[in-house]
């Protein structure tokens, strides 16, 4: 089968954007913070990591599903007159999606540096799937076809593709477990993790079900946070305190056919970067082979394999092998996820994999490896647990973003 | 305006929706029907607002046999809802109907959802989740909800042929 998916957009944009700044707030369960004072602190942060001024940042985005605080607010408190802004529904690969829209308004001339951030009580305030006042809200129309199912959460919306994937391919609950063992074991060297607790294939076979094909520990770990990146031209870049990450590509929100409900146009255990890799490949002037390390979306152990294997990482179906051979791990070929992703660091709607892979690239990940007397790290690729968590000669990454089978994003970005 | 409880959850079809208050109109009367294109003559599945094959707005409703086989499906064990916690583990189907399997092309049917349920459209009880898997063969039946609205379900079509073993995730949990 062939992808119809137009590839021919115009490459000139390639390399002329990057990411100069990026922050987050802790994550925690129980922030006791309005999203605002959390988007403030994050929106802070990322200035800070830039070193650049409130003068300097004229735009804003963020993305949400009503549970944020908007723009304006954020700038307000941050002393930012802005040029342009906007808050858009949308939850996972929304993030990668805003970047290349603050590029296409900085294109245009509508503004010159974008901050993009996502704000949320993941835990204290809204949680997946559904429950407290959203619960006692009318279900009309459309879904009416699906929640009346008791089908609401992600996990439950997923649980047919993941399914279906196990038995097209014969990909088994232990290949799939290793994501979260690999991502475990990148998050015990990251002293923002959540969970920074190393687990075992065991462990997540013996956690309790949630929804088949789905244990506990193969879904992400809810949290309270903020997080930003800041986005300007790569002429620009070199102003500012950090070594900037350079885009090569981004594609947003790419969809498969009838994304109305996309059951309907199969195979179902094919995922958006089928789609999405006709694009970013193309775009970014780069292939699978030139990727260093990956931010493949973990909202489920599963989401991460899937992508990994329609973008081209190994062979469709394959994927249970590629997650279970050691190459995502930090010292093999491709790690994922250095962070701990959302299935340890914390559930961020995609950002905090994009945040991990620009201090990659900079060669600058938080672990626990000594400083020296400036406050650099003195990185020693020792990858045992409480140790070092860097890539070794980390120049390109890419995010691969998920907000369900039928959508994703994705970003390349390269060392600046 | 069909309306009604159904499991803690407040379902209401508003008039202005045509479609969705026609298609669980027909379910209300135990009767399964999908908009056929005027044009094309293909079906679709949910109800929409024209064809995605043609473009075309046209359609009639048609009469279609609710009979098919289990494409996937997910087997819920920790539900959210209160009401749905006394009945986990829970399935979720997603079953390929016999009319128009493989059309328009190869990988498409019309998939259509619905728990796994008792004949009467209740949620299926552990030892009937326990025979069902991808390959069952199911035959739908519905949940009354109200008056003008019945929900589509499905349960083992016991005068089918069955595959020997349909597929299940390999792992029990609780004994399912």
């Known amino acids: 089968m062939t992808s119809d998916v137009d590839a021919t957009a115009p490459k000139y944009l390639r390399d002329k954007y990057a990411i100069i700044g990026v922050g987050e707030t802790t994550y925690t369960r129980g922030s006791n913070l309005t999203t605002r004072a959390l988007g403030t602190w994050a929106v802070r942060n990322a200035m800070e990591d830039a070193g650049i001024p409130a003068s300097e940042v004229d735009g804003m985005m963020s993305y949400s599903n009503n549970d944020s605080t908007p723009s304006p607010m954020i700038a307000g408190d941050l002393g930012i007159r802005l040029n342009f802004y906007m808050d858009v529904y949308g939850g996972g690969s929304s993030s990668e999606a805003l970047i290349g829209l603050a ?3 900085i294109e245009a001339g509508m503004c010159n540096t974008v901050v993009v951030f996502r704000s949320m009580n993941g835990y204290s305030q809204v949680r997946i799937g559904g429950t407290g006042a959203r619960a006692r809200a009318p279900i009309g129309g459309d879904a009416v076809h699906t929640a009346p199912y008791g089908w609401f959460s992600a996990g439950q919306n997923f649980s047919p593709s993941f399914m279906r994937h196990m038995y097209d391919y014969g990909t088994t609950p ?7 063992v690999i991502h475990s074991e990148h998050a015990s060297n990251n002293p923002k993790a959540y969970y920074k607790q190393r687990v075992t294939v065991e462990d997540v076979l013996n956690s309790r079900m949630i929804v088949k094909p789905l244990h506990l520990l193969d879904c992400c770990v809810e949290t309270d946070n903020a997080t930003a990146v800041i986005v300007t031209r790569a002429e ?3 102003d500012y305190r950090n070594t900037p990450a350079r885009i090569l590509a981004v594609a947003g929100r790419v969809c498969k056919p009838r994304i109305d409900m996309h059951f309907q146009h199969g195979p179902i255990s094919t995922v958006a970067g089928y789609y999405i890799k006709d694009i970013i490949w193309p775009n970014a002037g780069v292939g699978p082979e030139d990727i260093d390390l990956t931010g493949a979306y973990d909202a489920f152990t599963f989401t991460s394999m899937l992508q990994l294997e329609d973008y081209g990482f190994c062979k469709k179906g394959e994927g249970g092998d590629y997650v279970s051979s050691g190459i995502m791990r930090l010292g093999g070929e491709r790690p994922n996820n250095t962070s701990g992703g959302h299935l340890c660091e914390g559930y961020t709607h995609g950002m905090n994999m994009i945040i991990e892979n620009v201090r990659q690239l900079r060669g600058e990940v938080d672990c626990y490896c000594p400083t020296d007397d400036q406050g650099r790290r003195q990185h020693t690729y020792d990858y045992s647990e409480g140790g ?20 994703g994003s994705s970003l390349v970005m390269r060392k600046g | 305006m069909p309306e009604g409880e159904y499991r803690g959850m407040n379902l209401t079809i508003l008039d202005v929706d045509h479609e969705n208050t026609a298609y669980f109109g027909y379910c209300a009367g135990h009767d399964f029907h999908l908009q056929q294109c005027t044009a094309c003559g293909l079906l679709r599945y949910p109800p929409g607002t024209a064809c995605p094959w043609c473009q075309n707005r046209e359609f009639e409703w048609t009469a279609v046999e609710g009979k098919g086989t289990v494409h996937s499906y997910g087997e819920v064990h920790q539900a959210i809802q209160p009401q749905f916690r006394e009945k986990a583990p829970y399935m979720i189907l997603i079953v390929d109907l016999d009319t128009q399997k493989g059309q328009p092309s190869e990988h498409e049917a019309l998939r259509v959802a619905g728990n796994l349920a008792t004949p009467d459209g209740d949620l299926a009880p552990p030892e009937l989740v326990k025979r069902v898997g991808i390959g069952s063969r199911v035959r739908m039946v519905f949940a009354d909800v109200a008056e003008g609205l019945s929900l589509p379900m499905w349960t083992l079509d016991e005068d089918a042929e069955q595959p020997d073993e349909p597929w299940r995730y390999p ?6």
Request: proline share 3%; charged share 20%.
């Open chain 1, 103 to 105: 590029i296409g308004a």
């Open chain 1, 174 to 180: 232990e290949q799939v477990a290793m994501v979260k």
């Open chain 1, 236 to 238: 620009r870049a070199y």
């Open chain 1, 388 to 407: 070092c968590r860097q890539v070794r000669d980390a120049n390109i990454s890419m995010n691969l973003g998920w907000a369900m089978p039928g959508t």
């Open chain 2, 171 to 176: 792992q029990e949990y609780n004994g399912v």
